[in-house]
């Protein structure tokens, strides 16, 4: 099962999906307008016990300053802001930013391959729904591993690989037929979601992803299945 996809992974033929930094950035500046609305329609509002999980694994406390990295509209960083945590919400689509300049979360631009960070400057990172997108995420793995404090925590939430072999069958035909169609109805730009859908399918699943975190330098690689593998949270330690 992992083999296909991480292999086209690893080769950067992305399934067809080798998007320049430039055009994945101008692609979420035409989704941001309707980002948050057409994400709540297409998971069926299970976006939102997703991103507590995420919170949850995260584990940050009272103070501590957490990156949240391809934060996009700074959804996901509101949830990490929650209980006095220090979250900074970092994208490089200006579109995603000025979309969710309302939220009460700093916002900065930066790449997550390069981010605007000093070297062990922050407690945790996070990155949810991101990492898939990133032109070279083994090579953002390794700059967010630069910008953690040894002892801080890495968490990636991503879409996954449902381990129910009849439950994975219904799931891509959900992905392959009915998102597209869905996301036409919903969002400002439907070809993103049709790219969304194929970018899921090339992407490696959970044991493969752990496997590329640890490469990219990080400890105590574990995860967790969320709605039946539909999504995967990986948790890490900066060693
Ligand atoms: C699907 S959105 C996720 C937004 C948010 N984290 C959430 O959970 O809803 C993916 C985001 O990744 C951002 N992104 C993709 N590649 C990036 C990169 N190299 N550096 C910074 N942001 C990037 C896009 O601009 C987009 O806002």
Redesign the pocket.
């Known amino acids: 099962m992992t083999d296909r996809r991480d292999s086209a992974h690893t080769a950067g033929r992305r399934a067809g999906l080798d998007k320049q ?1 430039h055009e ?2 101008a692609m ?1 500046d035409g989704v941001a307008r309707r980002y948050d609305l057409t ?1 709540t329609v297409l998971s069926a509002g299970r976006d939102v016990s997703w991103r507590r999980a995420t919170r949850e694994a995260l584990g940050a406390r009272p103070g501590d300053v957490v990156l ?5 509209t700074g ?2 960083t509101v949830e990490l802001a929650a209980g006095g945590v220090r979250a900074v919400a ?4 200006q579109g ?1 930013l000025r979309a969710g300049a309302w939220r009460p979360v700093p916002m900065v631009a ?4 390069a981010l605007p960070l000093a070297d062990a400057s922050v407690d945790g990172l996070v990155i ?3 990492l898939r ?3 070279d995420p083994d090579a ?1 793995l390794r700059e967010f591993a630069r910008v953690v404090r040894p002892g801080g925590t890495l968490v990636v939430c991503e879409f996954s690989s449902p381990t129910w072999a009849p439950f994975r069958t219904v799931y891509t035909e959900y992905l392959m037929r009915a998102l597209p169609r869905i996301a036409t109805a919903v969002s400002s730009n439907p070809d993103a979601y049709v790219y969304l859908a194929e970018s899921i399918r090339a992407w490696p699943d959970q044991p493969a992803l752990a496997t590329r975190i640890q490469a990219a330098g990080w400890a105590d690689v574990e995860w967790r299945d969320l709605t039946g593998g539909i999504v995967a949270l990986h948790r890490a330690r900066r060693p």
Do not use: I, L
């Open positions: 930094p994945v950035a979420f994400n949240d990295v391809a934060a996009g959804v996901s970092c994208d490089f689509s995603m930066g790449d997550a391959m949810s729904f991101g997108n990133v032109a953002a």
